[in-house]
């Protein structure tokens, strides 16, 4: 296992469009987190998984936004009628749910531009 | 409400210092504290966990302690080098979940 994997790693869109991001988490977490960071700031929470239950969304995340994780493996990041304050990076990651153990994992990342 | 505060926000030393960077949080009912590196336009590497029953944690050149009760973590960075130039980020969960709350991250620029 290579650690968290996101796809893609780079997106440009035109406002409007719908984008999804796909995460592959480390195999045997079963905790998986979708932050959102702009430039300057630390990651905003967007929402968490406990294996395929979907535990908090932040109020960050809009009508547009949705996050599935359907079988408690991978998950997707959908956006809808991109807008261009959606620009972001979007990180994934993931951890086990014990708390001696749960160091979050974080992939490279998903950058969106929208133009 | 959990709030994170980083401070300074940036900082610049010389090669070879010992530099201190600060972590303060709001509401002390956590589990743990996290501190992560994370090097331009990449992801997030995660430096130390520190339990809330420890006060500190070491790795290499690294030192976290915690206060919970006065709501302090602070990173110690021994005889700093040019490659830990980086941002580091602190994340702290709320009360009773595992929903980790980032502060805006320290700058830290070492020069050779």
């Known amino acids: 296992d290579t650690g968290v994997s996101q796809d893609p790693r780079h997106k440009i869109t035109k406002r409007g469009q719908n984008v999804t991001f796909r995460c592959d988490p480390i195999?045997?977490?079963?905790?998986l987190y979708w932050y959102r960071q702009t430039l300057g700031q630390g990651p905003e929470f967007l929402t968490y998984?406990?294996?395929?239950?979907?535990?908090?969304k932040s109020r960050l995340l809009s009508d547009r936004f949705s996050a599935e994780r359907p079988k408690g493996s991978f998950s997707t990041l959908e956006i809808q009628r991109t807008e261009q304050g959606d620009s972001a990076m979007y990180l994934c990651?993931?951890?086990?749910?014990?708390?001696?153990?749960?160091?979050?994992?974080f992939g490279a990342g998903s950058r969106l531009t929208v133009l | 409400k959990q709030e994170v505060t980083q401070i300074p926000a940036a900082l610049s030393v010389p090669e070879g210092e010992n530099l201190v960077l600060n972590c303060s949080f709001t509401?002390?009912?956590?589990?743990?504290l996290q501190w992560f590196r994370q090097d331009p336009g990449k992801g997030l590497t995660s430096l130390l966990l520190?339990?809330?029953?420890?006060r500190e944690q070491t790795s290499g050149r690294l030192n976290a302690s915690l206060d919970k009760s006065s709501g302090r973590s602070t990173l110690y960075i021994a005889a700093s080098q040019p490659g830990d130039s980086a941002t580091y980020l602190c994340?702290?969960?709320?009360?009773?979940?595992?929903?980790?709350?980032f502060g805006t991250g320290t700058r830290l620029k070492v020069l050779a």
């Open positions: 990651a993931s951890s086990l749910a014990r708390p001696q153990a749960n160091v979050l994992t």
């Open positions: 195999s045997e977490h079963n905790r």
């Open positions: 998984f406990q294996n395929e239950a979907q535990l908090e």
């Open positions: 509401d002390s009912a956590i589990y743990n």
């Open positions: 520190i339990q809330s029953s420890q």
């Open positions: 994340a702290v969960p709320t009360s009773g979940t595992y929903k980790y709350i």
